[in-house]
DNA sequence: CATTCGTGGTG
DNA sequence: TCACCAAGAAT
C-alpha cells in the first residue's frame, strides 16, 4: 500500500476519532487555517514528556491561568514556576522552561522562532519537542518520534530489533509516512492512534485504520513489538528528613541546589540518600522523635526508604541549615510532601 | 551509547 | 506487590 493511502486513512480516523485536550485545535477548526498558539504547545508539549494526558491537565490550566503568554512566565519568580511544577515530576523541565522562556523574550523578541533549528537550540527543546511545535503550531512537515510513534512504526513495519538501537529505522520510517498536507494533524494523529488504539499491552488491532497493511498483527506479534532492551534493576537507597515546626507554625526547609535529583525544589533537611543508611545530624538540638513509620518513594532509578524525625521548635531556634517559612504542602515534590503528610498525622493540629 | 531524572496508573 | 509504562532531554 501506498504511504499516500496509509496516510490518508489515518488523516480520515483522526477526523473522527481526534482526542480533545485544552491545548489541541480540532481538525475541523485547523482545516478553516486556525492554528494553535506556540506558546501553548510548548507549555503542553513540554509537560508531557514522558508523562500522561491525565496527570498534565490539571498543571495547564494552572500555568496559562498564572502565565498566559511566554512574557509572563519569563518575569515569573523562579521558585513560584517550581512551586506550580510540584508533583509533575522532572524538575529539570521545569529548571528548562525558565530558561526557554527568558531566551525567547531575550533573543526572539517573545515570540517562538518558526523554523526547527532555532526552536532546537532552546533550553529543554530537543528533537521530539522541537518536531512537534514545528508541526502542531507552524505546520510544518517534520516528524514527531515519541514512544507511541515508535511503538506504532515497529508493529506496521514488524521491526523487531530491540530499543532504542532500533530508534534510527523507526525514524526513517515515520518520516516516510509524514504528509506533506495537514502534517500537524498527522503528527497527533499517529500519536492518538498510539495512544487509544495501538497501546503497549493489548491493542485494538480490530478496530485500528492501519489494521490491513500492519505486519506485526499479519504475524501475530503486535502485542510483542517494540522489542526494549532489558532494563537495570532498581537498588534500595535509605536517608532520614527532618521535619520541624515552629511555635508559629512555620517550618524548616531548603530549597535543593539546580542540579540533581529534585534540583531547585523544596525539600527536608536530611542525609543523603545511599544504599547504606547514611548517618546524619539534625538541622539544631532537639528531642527529635521518630514518625512512627517510614516513607517509601520509588524514583526513575532507585527505591527509597526514609526515616522522618520530628521536633517542635521555640521561636528564635538557630538551625545550621535551611530556613523557616510557611508551607504550602501542594509546592512539596510527591516524596517530600508523603513525609509532610506523616508528620502531620503525628504532630497535634497547630 | 548509557545514565540520570518523578510520578501515578495499570495489569 | 511490582515491573512496566507515559507526547524525552541533558549529559
Given at each position: 500500500m501506498r504511504d499516500e493511502t496509509l496516510n490518508q486513512q489515518l488523516l480520515a480516523w483522526y477526523d473522527r476519532h481526534a482526542r480533545e485536550m485544552p491545548w489541541r485545535v480540532p481538525p475541523?477548526?485547523?482545516?478553516?487555517?486556525?492554528?494553535?498558539?506556540?506558546y501553548r504547545v510548548w507549555l503542553s508539549e513540554v509537560m508531557l514528556q514522558q508523562t500522561t494526558v491525565a496527570a498534565v491537565k490539571s498543571y495547564f490550566e494552572v500555568f496559562t491561568r498564572l502565565w498566559p503568554t511566554v512574557s509572563d512566565l519569563a518575569a515569573a519568580e523562579d521558585a513560584d514556576v517550581m512551586a506550580a511544577w510540584?508533583?509533575?515530576?522532572?524538575?529539570?523541565r521545569a529548571r528548562n522552561l525558565l530558561k526557554c522562556a527568558r531566551a525567547v523574550v531575550a533573543d526572539h523578541g517573545g515570540q517562538f522562532p518558526s523554523d526547527p533549528a532555532g526552536l532546537l537550540s532552546l533550553p529543554g527543546i530537543g528533537p521530539y519537542t522541537c518536531a512537534a511545535i514545528s508541526a502542531i503550531a507552524f505546520d510544518a512537515p517534520e516528524t514527531v518520534v515519541d514512544g507511541n510513534v515508535e511503538r506504532v512504526m515497529s508493529r506496521l513495519h514488524a521491526v523487531t530489533e530491540p530499543l532504542p538501537a532500533s530508534k534510527p529505522q523507526l525514524t526513517a520510517l515515520a518520516a516516510a509516512l509524514t504528509p506533506a498536507q495537514r502534517p500537524g494533524d498527522y503528527a497527533q494523529a499517529v500519536m492518538d492512534l498510539g495512544a487509544t488504539i495501538c497501546t503497549p499491552r493489548s491493542p485494538a488491532c480490530g478496530i485500528c485504520p492501519w489494521?490491513?497493511?500492519?505486519k506485526a498483527r499479519a504475524q501475530g506479534i503486535a502485542a510483542e513489538l517494540p522489542k526494549k532492551t532489558p532494563k537495570k534493576p532498581k537498588p534500595t537507597r535509605y536517608g532520614t528528613v527532618y521535619l520541624a515546626?515552629?511555635?508559629d507554625g512555620a517550618w524548616l526547609l531548603e530549597t535543593r541546589p539546580d542540579k540533581g535529583l529534585l534540583g531547585g525544589m523544596l525539600g527536608w533537611p536530611g542525609s543523603d540518600w545511599a544504599e547504606d543508611s547514611p548517618p546524619s545530624a539534625p538541622p539544631f538540638p532537639a528531642d527529635w522523635r521518630d514518625a512512627g513509620a517510614e516513607v517509601r518513594h520509588t524514583f526513575t532509578h532507585f527505591h527509597l526508604i526514609l526515616t522522618v524525625k520530628l521536633a517542635e521548635a521555640p521561636m528564635g531556634t538557630n538551625p545550621t541549615t535551611g530556613e523557616w517559612q510557611r508551607l504550602a504542602p501542594a509546592s512539596l515534590p510527591t516524596v517530600m510532601r508523603k513525609a509532610y503528610d506523616l508528620a502531620a498525622s503525628v504532630l497535634p493540629p497547630h
Open positions: 475541523a477548526e485547523r482545516a478553516k487555517g486556525v492554528l494553535p498558539d506556540p510540584a508533583g509533575l515530576g522532572y524538575y529539570a489494521s490491513a497493511p500492519c515546626r515552629r511555635a
